[in-house]
């Protein structure tokens, strides 16, 4: 495919996924920006779902070329993990969505299935403490 179809399939999908983009990529921007990224860029870009694009978007501003292409590798190797035919398909989009908060606290590395997987379970133990105090302070209420 040629550089002009993965910008086009980025726009469709965030204007088909009802993607808010930050102020900096409104109108015409998006496309400025996404018309100087190399292609092999775009390709990744353009696999995204819903989650990854928003991140990647309200992320991006103000990052580095090497933290770019950095912050860019961790996001698609996350990106396999969690998609349809990735060992760590099962999650649900809140734990995506916590996983890519934790991004900037993990190394290469990191990103295998045993510690993102951990991340994941992380946040179950959070919501599940959350519920509980709800549940107790609903108690004391009634009571």
């Known amino acids: 495919?040629?550089?002009?179809?993965?910008?086009?399939?980025?726009?469709?999908?965030?204007?088909?996924?009802?993607?808010?983009?930050?102020?900096?990529l409104q109108g015409e921007n998006l496309?400025?920006?996404?018309?100087?990224?190399?292609?092999?860029?775009?390709?990744?870009?353009a696999g995204f779902d819903k989650n990854f694009l928003e991140f990647f978007f309200h992320k991006l501003k103000g990052i580095s070329n090497q933290d770019f292409t950095n912050f860019l590798k961790?996001?698609?190797?996350?990106?396999?993990?969690?998609?349809?035919?990735?060992?760590l398909s099962y999650l649900?989009?809140?734990?995506?969505?916590?996983i890519l908060e934790k991004i900037e606290d993990l190394n290469m590395e990191d990103i295998v299935s045993e510690k993102i997987n951990q991340i994941a379970d992380e946040f179950l133990e959070k919501e599940l403490n959350k519920r509980l105090k709800e549940k107790a302070s609903k108690k004391q209420v009634i009571k």
């Open 31 to 45: 496309e400025k920006y996404l018309t100087a990224l190399p292609l092999d860029t775009l390709e990744h870009i």
């Open 1 to 24: 495919m040629e550089k002009s179809d993965y910008i086009y399939m980025i726009k469709d999908n965030v204007s088909v996924l009802g993607i808010q983009l930050p102020d900096h």
């Open 74 to 87: 961790k996001i698609n190797k996350i990106s396999y993990l969690v998609g349809p035919l990735g060992e």
């Open 92 to 98: 649900t989009e809140e734990q995506i969505k916590y």
